[in-house]
């Protein structure tokens, strides 16, 4: 991720780079908070049972709702994802970064990734909250 004015990594010197995401995130501005986004559109309907297309969708409606703010996927500092299969994930890690890029382009805040049982909406198979800030 390139530092823009308003924000910066943080990575400490002597650690390992960082591949995808950022340790941390320094920024400034107007905060918007994400609630949890899954994958179906906006009418509220799964297109596709497909792990990577899901993940796509649910990256999809986290723009969709920044850009509601003035927001763009820059301005994230940091994203949660919950999944209800690691392996998965895992497996698929190639066709993930490709949605990811192609959904928030070279930009990677601070991020977790958690695995859970289930979520509230039975097909889904992601969930990702997000934070972004925006400069004053």
């Known amino acids: 991720m390139a530092n823009s004015p308003e924000t910066r990594e943080l990575h400490p ?14 920024a400034e501005g107007r ?11 906006g009418d509220q309907v799964f297109e596709t049972d497909d792990f990577v297309g899901q993940v796509r969708q ?18 994230l500092v940091r994203l949660t994802w ?13 066709e993930i970064g490709q949605a990811y890029r192609a959904v928030m382009g070279k930009h990677f805040p601070a991020m977790t990734m958690v695995q859970v049982v289930a979520l509230i909406e039975d097909r889904a198979k992601v969930e990702i909250e997000a934070t972004a800030v925006l400069p004053e």
């Not at 960082?18 to 340790?23: I, M, P, Q």
């Not at 905060?31 to 559109?41: A, D, L, M, P």
């Not at 919950?82 to 190639?94: F, I």
């Open 31 to 41: 905060t918007v908070w994400v609630g949890g986004q899954i994958g179906w559109n």
């Open 82 to 94: 919950y999944v209800t299969d690691k392996a998965e994930y895992l497996a698929r890690l190639p």
């Open 58 to 75: 649910a990256l999809e409606n986290v723009a969709a709702v920044l850009a509601e703010a003035g927001a763009e996927p820059r301005h």
């Open 13 to 26: 010197s002597h650690w390992k780079p960082a591949k995808g995401y950022a340790n941390g995130m320094l």
